[in-house]
């Protein structure tokens, strides 16, 4: 087909439903968590009650939106999906509730950014299955108490350290998700591979694994381009030699760092001699959101060691230096 029809767009995001695990067995890695999870979900079912809320934490694209929708999938249960900053007003929150059916899985993205009165409704809701609705105005005006079905909350963030307390502690269940091992990713990206019928070798698959970040979003977006590459530079099969061509490309290097986050390391040593720079500082400093910066970029960078938080900002270690090839002590004889 012709790279310029529109075709190609809506084939891509076809592949993506493909490729999105449906049920639990689906999910790879992450065992201890799929193992609990199937034993809360299992419970539940048998009692006929709604899953406890559930709490989801961690950097974007590890799983989240689709542990929600596998949830509601293995409990036999409507889901419906939204996120904070959509719940602008108590009806908009109120609509969606007094409309659910039973033990409906509602996932709610983002969860840090509700608003005061959408949260303080939440709590309601989440303990009585009841919505405080006020009627009338001035004077006159009153609270009456409007019963929901009962449900399944899924609240997720990137950021958990932003939830209020009252919040955080009406889940049951929290789950915090950590970056993949290279070996989980390999066994996404050869099931997506699968999925997508894409020829790929198992040590380019390896080598992939190695560069995607931990993270399943970046794995299978690195996977359609090295599809793309295979197709028109090579005879369709991603092998290594297409995967090392690629990523150079791609400007990945081996540590699966993009463009960005060696201008934040080099940012870091050049422009404030090493650190501690404040992350909003850094972020303007490289041209990129704080969220993004925050949310994608450090968490990564932080367990791969190229940067440590402390108090008063972010701090490039000898690691950093290393790789950029920069001498350490030209800032510590500062
Ligand atoms: P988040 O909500 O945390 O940002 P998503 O749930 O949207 O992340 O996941 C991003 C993509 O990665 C999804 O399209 C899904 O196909 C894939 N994915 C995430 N976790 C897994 C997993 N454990 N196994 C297989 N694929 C996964």
Redesign the pocket.
């Known amino acids: 087909s012709s790279l310029l029809s529109g075709e190609l767009i809506g084939d891509e995001e076809k592949k ?1 439903n493909i ?3 449906r049920l639990l067995e ?5 065992e201890k968590l799929k193992e609990n999870l199937s034993i809360y979900i299992q419970a539940a079912r048998e009692r006929g009650e709604p899953l406890d809320h559930v709490f989801l934490s ?1 950097p ?8 929600a929708g596998i949830m509601a999938n293995e409990l036999g249960v409507e889901s419906r999906v939204t996120s904070a900053p959509a719940l602008d007003k108590p009806k908009d929150l109120a609509g969606l509730l007094t409309t659910i059916s039973p033990r409906t899985v509602f996932f709610i ?1 983002e969860i840090h950014r509700l608003k005061p009165a959408i949260e303080e409704m939440l709590y309601i809701a989440m303990e009585d299955y009841e919505l405080d609705w006020i009627i009338g105005q001035g004077p006159s005006a009153r609270t009456i108490r409007i019963p929901v079905p009962p449900f399944t909350l899924v609240g ?1 963030t990137t950021k958990p350290g932003r939830v209020s307390s009252p919040l955080y502690t009406r889940f049951g269940i929290t789950v915090r ?1 950590e970056f ?1 091992s290279p070996e ?1 990713l390999q066994s ?1 990206i050869e ?2 591979a699968d999925l997508m019928e894409i020829r790929i070798k198992k040590e380019a698959s390896a080598q992939l694994s190695r560069c995607s970040r931990g993270t ?2 970046v794995a ?1 977006r690195i996977l359609r381009r090295m599809r793309d590459f295979a197709q028109v530079q090579g005879d369709g099969t991603v092998t290594t030699s297409i995967v090392k061509s690629s990523l150079e490309r791609l400007e990945i290097d081996k540590y699966g760092l993009e463009k960005l986050d060696r201008e934040i390391l080099n940012t870091i040593i050049t422009k404030y001699s090493g650190g501690p720079v404040g992350a909003e500082t850094l972020a303007i400093s490289v041209g990129e959101g704080i969220d993004s910066l925050e949310d994608f970029y450090e968490p990564y960078l932080i367990q791969q060691g190229f940067i440590k938080r402390t108090n008063r900002g972010r701090v490039a270690t000898a690691l950093a230096y290393n790789h950029l090839g920069l001498d350490r002590s030209d800032n510590e004889n500062q």
């Open positions: 993506e490729i999105r695990p689906d999910f790879q890695g992450q961690g974007p694209g590890l799983g989240k939106t689709t542990l993205d997720a998700l993949y989980e996404i099931r997506s399943p979003r299978n």
